[in-house]
């Protein structure tokens, strides 16, 4: 059972869920939580709070040598987001390339006179498909990447499941859906529309759907994989208790179950809860950039095998999701 636990990019959105969802989830559990923006530690877990840069080589070492020991998991998800490492190249490749291997260098060193591998949960992504593929993707769908985040991302899963296969860390490596809808400000994500399209209406502000050029716009048709925040926080913590042995024996890539939707969709739910007055807050100017990575992610997926380790899928579509997040708000 883990009972030491470091998240790096603890300071973001999922980092910052997922710690509180562990405090309340795992029982006497210790959390060492690393971001470069200081991370908010949960009041009711015992937590250390490190404000780090990972891209610093020794900086990953310092997270291996707190008080709390070594960590028996590590849950790497602090990156640069997709439009982020689309305009910078340079600082994408610094940030989702050179410091996993940092950490996961230090993971192995560290974890070297543990009883197991350190169990190294990843954030991936969706982004690692791309140009020409099938119309469902199975786990046998090679990832040609057409982004720069998607190609670090992929990167990053190749040093993962080589270092699983030499047994320095027990990896699992997680592509992740578009999250919808994140709460909080908007990310430098392509697909941060796909959030701020339902939130920002329905907080009364105007938000820009980047594709498309009107409410009639056939490219409103345009599928997206999704889940929600509450499915994808389940999803991680049921990661770190799956054992090693139910891995396909080659990869420990994992594409986590979501469900398809396209914007159109989404804006009907969006009037459906919050009414006309909140639809006609969202502007229409197309983004070429935005609307190229969006069209070469796929959308349809086959479960049977993220299904079968025993993740869980939401259920429902669109319409849970967006009433969920008004009454949230309400409440808040
Ligand atoms: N949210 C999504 O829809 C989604 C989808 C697919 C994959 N992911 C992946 O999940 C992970 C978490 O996503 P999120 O939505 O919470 O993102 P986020 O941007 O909210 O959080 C990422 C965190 O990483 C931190 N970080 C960046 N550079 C760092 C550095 N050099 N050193 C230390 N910390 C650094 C940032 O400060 C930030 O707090 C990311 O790796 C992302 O690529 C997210």
């Given amino acids: 059972m883990s009972k030491t636990i470091l998240i790096t990019g603890a300071g973001g959105y999922l980092g910052s869920l997922l710690a509180n969802a562990l405090a ?24 250390i709070a490190i404000k780090t840069d990972l891209t610093i080589p020794k900086e990953a070492h310092t997270l291996f040598q707190t008080e709390f020991g070594v960590p028996d998991t590590i849950y790497c998800l602090h990156g640069i987001m997709s439009r982020g490492s689309e305009d910078n190249f340079d600082f994408g490749l610094k940030v989702n390339v050179d410091s996993v291997r940092f950490l996961l260098q230090a993971a192995r ?16 992504s969706l982004a690692v498909y791309g140009g020409s593929l099938p119309e469902i993707i199975t786990p046998s769908t090679i990832a ?29 490596i997680l592509r992740l859906p578009t999250i919808v809808v994140r709460a909080g400000a908007p990310a430098a994500a392509t697909s941060a529309f796909m959030s701020s399209i339902i939130r920002e209406p329905l907080r009364g502000l105007e938000s820009v759907c980047p594709i498309g050029n009107s409410l009639d ?3 409103l048709d345009l599928s997206v994989w999704v889940a929600s925040p509450e499915t994808t926080i389940k999803n991680l913590i049921i990661a770190k208790d799956i054992p090693a042995d139910r891995f396909a024996s080659h990869s420990r ?11 159109r969709e989404e804006l009907e739910a969006l009037e459906t809860v919050g009414g006309k007055e ?3 807050l969202v502007k229409f100017k197309d983004d070429p950039v935005d609307r190229r990575l969006v069209l070469s992610w796929p959308a349809h997926f086959d479960l ?11 259920v429902g579509g669109m319409l849970p999701i ?4 008004k009454k949230d708000m309400e409440h808040s």
């Fill in 322 to 325: 967006v009433q969920k997040l």
């Fill in 144 to 172: 040609t990447p057409q982004g720069a985040y998607g190609m670090s991302k992929l990167a990053s899963e190749l040093f993962i499941n080589e270092f699983s296969r030499r047994g320095f860390i027990d990896g699992r």
């Fill in 304 to 314: 049977s095998y993220p299904l079968s380790l025993g993740f869980i899928q939401d």
């Fill in 109 to 124: 060193e560290h974890g070297s006179r543990a009883t197991a591998p350190i169990k190294f949960i990843f954030a991936s």
């Fill in 217 to 219: 716009s056939p490219e």
């Fill in 253 to 263: 890539v994992v594409y986590l179950p979501g469900f398809t939707a396209t914007i």
């Fill in 24 to 47: 309340t989830s795992v029982s006497e559990v210790r959390l060492i939580l690393a971001d470069v923006t200081p991370p908010a530690a949960p009041s009711n877990a015992q937590a």
């Fill in 278 to 280: 909140a639809l006609d």
